[in-house]
């Protein structure tokens, strides 16, 4: 078929699909183009621009200039595209830019190519870019529209920020620590706009100079690019903010493909843990006249509660110039018999804690070690495969099960290569988790900006991320429904770190307490991150503990992170109104459909909220549900598609309120409403309840268990509220009838 035929058909194509969807984008022979929902213009570009040879050449003064103009048709991973191509000339190089429309609608990517590569490219500052396509206005429109801008560290959760989208906008987060930026009218209609590869090279900036305008490209540190080098960014749509997120991160899962079942099998997203970072007891701090070696033997031996794992703060290593990693080895005063002796004593698995690198490391060839590593006066970076092999490696025999890179934001301020080298950042993480899977360790990320965690979907081994600062006691670092979305769609469990389950730590070095114990454990449990209490010895809660964990430590957790709903987000940017209203839901198999049981979670409720039953996005469709509040079981109600959920203005963090929705089943003339392990925090987790079984007689639930324990189930059997109580004899599978209420082994 003639080339120009297989275009003209597949922008027909194109055409019709942009025809049936809200989202459209519009572009012309000149070079501009605007994106648009239900006909309205909500982006108009901004002048294209790229830098070489000390110059800035840019489509708004002429002097890059527009010589052709074309259509291509293709496929790549993301599915079937047509372009729309534009070549202009920088002085006498040559750049290329498309935009690629897919069969899917939904999104759009725009395309920079370096086609003779460029040198003098160095920009004003780090954080500006040296090269500007797309480019956005920022301006008035038709629509009022809201922004979300991911910005900082902590996976650009420290420096976000919310509000309307104008004129009048000037704290979109961008440069080096900028991240995704997103755009949604109060109708939940939603733009994310992010990189779609070179993740550590890429950044966005606001070019507040110039009326602004908002742009995506390379990095401005960088100062020569090369031949063909290609920088693409993702725009998505969908109806809904959460629905956006899911949708986008679907893509960029898609096209790297990496994490598959990488977070099922990290032990530390699964099983709890004892946690010693900065907000725990035992952060720099040790029982009184004993090391740290001591004082862990002690924990372990003085818990009644089975820790599966014990994290291992930036305590234990050498320091060296600036604070940094000096030799990532236990310290003699430390531990005094090695890591591997706590290891074999205890049976107790460990995660450890590194930060960034001190340019005194022995480890450097600069300073007589083996290793290649840049090192510069503020601090150094490995770029040795072999490197990071030997350092991973040798943890076999204490018992690392997850390795957690902090500092990442800091390693990425102190080394200027990392800056202004197109490829270092990349080999540098890339390198990082080679290692770890070739030593079957997880990772997890900590103080990363969003570039960080944009990369980590090409890492297999980057299962979590933290989404918070730093815990201290009392503090506010729990709220991460926000940052939770993000992470999220990266394929991350999103952390919230450690927390105390005692209001009092006699001797504590915060001088604090903690008034949301209760608050902090939920959070924890809902996040489907790390579950780590860092109490003092003896100060553990175990009630508390209990409310997530089976009796051997697994966590009863909700199937996908909570995350803060729409309209929490949408009337914090139109109404200046800071609430938290999170949901999630748990997935359980009724012979082979799987049905979802919901969960909703606010704090902070300012005035009564209103939740629609379309806007609970993890209802089933055509399934009846009934819901309760958690600690009040003769709240059941029903709830159909005709009634809102409305929130009453006192949830607090001390009373919050929690809400857990229940899907109707249904066997002969019995309508049975499971609600499940009511004694934990997210009843109906898959952990606990494995499958409901359908058979001609009866309605079973296949639980698991361990031996010993008794567990009780809750159900609503036609109208009245019953339970059962099964004791566990061995540990595994065993099964309760929910119409006669009898155990089953």
């Known amino acids: 078929m003639d080339i120009t035929l297989q275009v003209i058909i597949f922008q027909a194509f194109i055409s019709l699909s942009v025809c049936l969807n809200p989202f459209t984008i519009t572009t012309y022979d000149n070079g501009t183009y605007s994106l648009s ?13 790229f830098r070489d040879s000390g110059k800035l050449y840019s489509a708004k003064d002429g002097s890059l200039k527009l010589f052709y103009t074309g259509n291509e048709v293709g496929v790549d991973k993301l599915g079937n595209f047509t372009t729309k191509d534009y070549l202009y000339w920088a002085g006498s190089k040559e750049m290329f830019v498309s935009i690629r429309m897919y069969d899917d609608p939904n999104f759009v990517v725009f395309i920079q190519n370096f086609t003779d590569g460029a040198s003098g490219t160095k920009a004003g500052s780090y954080d500006e870019v040296i090269s500007g396509f797309p480019g956005f206005q920022i301006k008035d429109g038709v629509v009022d529209t809201g922004y979300l801008s991911f910005g900082g560290y902590m996976l650009g959760d420290t420096h976000k920020s919310i509000g309307k989208w104008g004129s009048h906008t000037k704290d979109i987060r961008d440069g080096l620590t900028g991240g995704p930026l997103i755009l949604f009218d109060k109708d939940g209609n939603t733009l994310i706009i992010s990189p779609l590869t070179e993740f550590m090279a890429a950044s966005n900036w606001q070019d507040k100079e110039s009326g602004g305008n908002v742009y995506w490209g390379v990095m401005g540190g960088v100062d020569e690019v090369p031949y063909h080098y290609t920088y693409m960014t993702i725009v998505y749509y969908a109806k809904g903010i959460n629905k956006a997120f899911e949708g986008w991160g679907g893509a960029l899962r898609k096209l790297y493909g990496s994490k598959k ?29 004993k090391n740290y070696e001591q004082t862990m033997m002690d924990l372990v031996n003085k818990t009644v509660f089975t820790f599966n794992y014990f994290q291992f703060d930036s305590w234990w290593y050498f320091k060296g110039l600036a604070g940094g990693v000096k030799l990532w080895e236990p310290r003699p005063d430390v531990f005094p018999h090695g890591l591997g002796y706590f290891y074999n004593k205890t049976f107790s698995l460990v995660a450890l804690h590194n930060r960034y690198w001190s340019r005194d490391t022995p480890y450097a060839k600069q300073n007589g070690g083996d290793y290649d590593f840049i090192v510069e006066d503020t601090g150094a970076l490995p770029i040795d495969q072999k490197f990071w092999n030997d350092l991973l490696n040798k943890t076999l025999t204490w018992g690392l099960v997850m390795y957690e890179q902090d500092w990442l934001n800091v390693q990425l301020d102190k080394i200027t290569a990392l800056k202004t080298n197109l490829t270092l950042g990349q080999i540098w993480l890339s390198q990082m988790n080679e290692a ?13 900006n969003p570039r960080h965690a944009l990369q980590s979907l090409t890492l297999s081994q980057v299962t979590q991320a933290r989404v918070s600062d730093d815990y201290s006691p009392g503090g506010e670092q729990w709220r991460i429904g926000i940052s939770s979305l993000f992470a999220n769609a990266l394929g991350l469990a999103p952390s919230k770190d450690t927390f105390w389950t005692t209001e009092v730590q006699p001797g504590n070095r915060y001088k604090r307490t903690e008034p949301n114990t209760r608050l902090n454990a939920l959070v924890a449990t809902l996040s489907t991150g790390p579950y780590g209490p860092s109490d003092m010895a003896g100060h553990l809660n175990y009630d508390l503990i209990n409310k997530t964990c089976i009796y051997y430590g697994s966590l009863m957790q909700p199937a996908k992170p909570a995350t803060a709903m729409d309209v929490q987000i949408i009337q914090e940017a139109f109404e200046s109104k800071k609430m938290e209203i999170w949901s999630t839901y748990s997935v359980n198999v009724l012979n082979d459909t799987a049905l979802n049981w919901g969960t909703v979670f606010a704090v902070d409720t300012s005035g009564d909220v209103t939740i629609d039953y379309k806007d609970m996005e993890f209802l089933t469709s055509d399934v009846a549900y009934s819901f309760y509040h958690y600690n009040d079981l003769s709240s059941f109600r029903d709830f159909k598609d005709s009634d809102k959920l409305v929130l009453p203005n006192n949830c607090t963090k001390t009373d919050f309120c929690l809400y857990q929705f229940v899907p109707k089943l249904t066997h002969g003339d019995n309508e049975v409403y499971l609600l ?22 009866d309605l079973l639930i296949n639980l698991w268990g361990s031996a010993n324990e008794e567990i009780t189930i809750y159900f609503v059997l036609n109208g009245q509220l019953q339970s059962s109580t099964c004791p566990i004899k061995n540990t595994g599978f065993n099964c309760v009838s929910m119409l006669t209420g009898k155990c089953v082994y």
Do not use: H
């Open 37 to 49: 929902i239900n006909d309205n213009i909500w982006l108009e570009s901004a002048p294209t621009f």
């Open 261 to 289: 079942n990488s977070r099922a099998q990290d032990l530390t997203l699964g099983r709890a843990g004892y946690w010693t970072d900065n907000g725990a007891y035992y952060y720099y701090k040790t029982e009184p006249k």
């Open 436 to 448: 770890a899977k070739a030593n079957n360790v997880f990772i997890q990320y900590c103080m990363s």
């Open 676 to 697: 499940g392990d009511v004694s934990k925090w997210v009843p109906a987790s898959s952990t606990r309840i494995r499958s409901i079984v359908y058979q001609k007689e």
